[in-house]
């Protein structure tokens, strides 16, 4: 049993619980806007989060402007970390956040209470497992998320098997893919549910078509078979209601079967301070400067929603550091908000809320992709704004400005797409 005496308590004016591009980025806007007596919690024992695993290029294009690695990008935040001197424990898991901002840490060095006046919650995601998908089959050894396999290679030099099926169209099964078969694998598939792929168009066509790749739309795994290794998978195709049909079934011999099935906020310890969670995006409900539903806790990264690009990441940390400070400070402007909704077509939009009274940038995805696609901002029927979009896709954030000349009239505010 834990004792009050043994609880090392300590108050500080910022806790940043996550040290990956998120949390990096957080603190470091957080200390150059002010903030001098900050911590970084993160459970692992390394800084930057997947990135160190992330060995191929396109990091930092938007930020840089030029082609990163995902270490080399992680090294820059990390560095200009060292250089401010912020500092940060490794190897320690934040347990809990009370409602009145203590959040709870368990460290190599012992129990930790720090007293916070603000907290940013940058914890990232985690992958969707064969359980919460529920295929059925033997219980094998060789079937991985992408994510697992993608360390066991980069990282710790260990092929995960020869013959691959991916199920699920994500960005990371679509570069494991391609890097599985440069280490010399037969991918037979990458087998997605959805009538379109779930990842970035130019991982489609960098990954699977220029490496010949088959992909199956519409298809999935129904059954997975093997006693001590997976020797082959069930495919079957899928109807409009994503309902597998069995008459055109088929198997695939293969040892490794790799999902990249979706990613789920790490949103356990919001809900110990009551944080109110969107269950569309799995993150938390935020306005304008990423507060959530408890007052002093923000939210970035893909804590918040899952990005399809890292600079996005950093460049919205940024954001939940500059508003994190100017909380702290007493700065912020606090001013009635309106809920902002989804519409048709729209499968969400961010932030939730907003003040009307500044200039705001809206982050949204559709539900399905698109030609000359036309998204519209109405408040009730009236049409506020328009933007034309030569292409559109679930996989590709959308981001829309909004003025605040354009919005301070509104009573309510709802995007959707055209017909």
């Known amino acids: 049993m834990i004792k009050l005496s043994d609880i090392l308590f300590r108050e500080v004016a910022l806790v940043i619980i996550g040290g990956g591009p998120a949390g990096l980025a957080a603190a470091i806007s957080a200390k150059k806007n002010g903030i001098r007596d900050l911590i970084i919690i993160e459970r692992n024992d390394w800084l930057g989060g997947i990135l160190p695993q992330c060995i191929h290029d396109g990091f930092g294009i938007e930020i840089f402007d030029e082609a990163l690695t995902g270490p080399e990008y992680a090294q820059r935040f990390i560095d200009e970390l060292n250089l401010l001197e912020i500092p940060y424990m490794l190897n320690s898991m934040a347990l809990e956040i009370t409602l009145d901002k203590n959040v709870?840490?368990?460290?190599?060095?012992?129990?930790?209470?720090?007293?916070?006046?603000?907290?940013?919650?940058?914890?990232?995601?985690?992958?969707?497992?064969r359980g919460q998908i529920c295929?059925?089959?033997?219980?094998?050894?060789?079937?991985?998320?992408?994510?697992?396999?993608?360390?066991?290679?980069?990282?710790?030099?260990?092929?995960?098997?020869?013959?691959?099926?991916?199920l699920g169209s994500g960005d990371v099964g679509m570069i494991m893919a391609r890097r599985l078969t440069l280490e010399g694998a037969k991918v037979h598939a990458v087998v997605e549910i959805l009538p379109h792929t779930n990842g970035l168009p130019r991982n489609h066509q960098q990954c699977l078509i220029d490496y010949e790749i088959p992909l199956l739309l519409s298809h999935t795994v129904t059954e997975i078979q093997g006693r001590n290794r997976v020797n082959s998978v069930t495919i079957s195709p899928v109807n409009k209601e994503l309902e597998s049909i069995k008459l055109n079934q088929r198997k695939i011999t293969c040892d490794t079967l790799l999902l990249s099935v979706g990613l789920i906020p790490e949103n356990e310890l919001s809900k110990t301070s009551n944080v109110k969670l969107n269950p569309v995006t799995g993150g938390a409900f935020v306005d304008e400067n990423l507060e959530t539903s408890v007052s002093g806790v923000f939210a970035c990264g893909n804590v918040l929603h899952v990005h399809d690009v890292v600079d996005f990441v950093t460049l919205e940390a940024e954001r939940a550091g500059k508003s994190a400070s100017l909380y702290i400070f007493g700065k912020q402007t606090k001013s009635k908000r309106i809920r902002v909704e989804a519409g048709s077509g729209i499968r969400y939009i961010l932030p939730n809320f907003i003040s009307k009274k500044t200039d705001i940038e809206m982050s949204l995805r559709v539900k399905h992709p698109g030609e000359q696609v036309s998204i519209g901002f109405f408040d009730g029927k009236k049409l506020l704004k328009t933007k034309k979009f030569r292409k559109v896709h679930p996989a590709q954030m959308i981001?829309?400005?909004?003025?605040?000349?354009?919005?301070?009239?509104?009573?309510?505010l709802k995007v959707r797409v055209l017909q």
């Open 104 to 129: 709870y840490v368990a460290s190599p060095e012992g129990l930790f209470c720090f007293k916070a006046k603000a907290i940013i919650l940058a914890m990232g995601c985690r992958e969707r497992t």
């Open 135 to 166: 295929i059925p089959g033997t219980r094998p050894a060789g079937v991985y998320t992408a994510g697992v396999a993608q360390n066991l290679i980069n990282l710790k030099n260990m092929m995960v098997g020869k013959n691959i099926v991916i």
């Open 399 to 412: 981001k829309i400005k909004l003025k605040e000349s354009e919005t301070r009239a509104i009573k309510t």
